[in-house]
Nanobody, 115 residues
């Protein structure tokens, strides 16, 4: 199983990039999907998550600015990021978990927000 994330890059403050992450290989019944962020010199933190039924939750720092969505048939999780701030800079990792409790991670896509 491989997760490929894309959509990062250099963005100006206030920009609105969209990240996506697609899974390849066999994952039996994907349960949760999520995005995490690792800022330079910091630990990896939760950003947003979405359950199989579509329930979402967000870190307080991104509420109202980021929107996570998923396509179960395509095994894709996306995140629309609006009103970016320099503190949103970091490497964004996608994660998917299956009903068996296994979690798979993407390789990360870097987002750099310039002020």
């Amino acid at each position: 199983v491989q997760l490929q994330a894309y959509g990062g890059g250099l963005v100006q403050a206030g920009g609105s990039p969209r990240l996506s992450c697609a899974a390849s290989g066999t994952i039996f019944r994907i349960n949760g999907m999520a995005w995490y962020r690792q800022a330079p010199g910091k630990q990896r933190d939760f950003v947003a998550g979405i359950s199989r039924s579509g329930s979402t939750n967000y870190a307080d720092s991104v509420k109202g600015r980021f929107t996570i969505s998923r396509d179960n048939a395509k095994k894709v999780v996306s995140m629309q990021m609006n009103s970016l701030k320099p503190e949103d800079t970091g490497v964004y990792y996608c994660a998917m978990s299956d009903v068996g409790g296994s979690t798979y991670w993407g390789q990360g896509t870097e987002v750099t927000v310039s002020s």
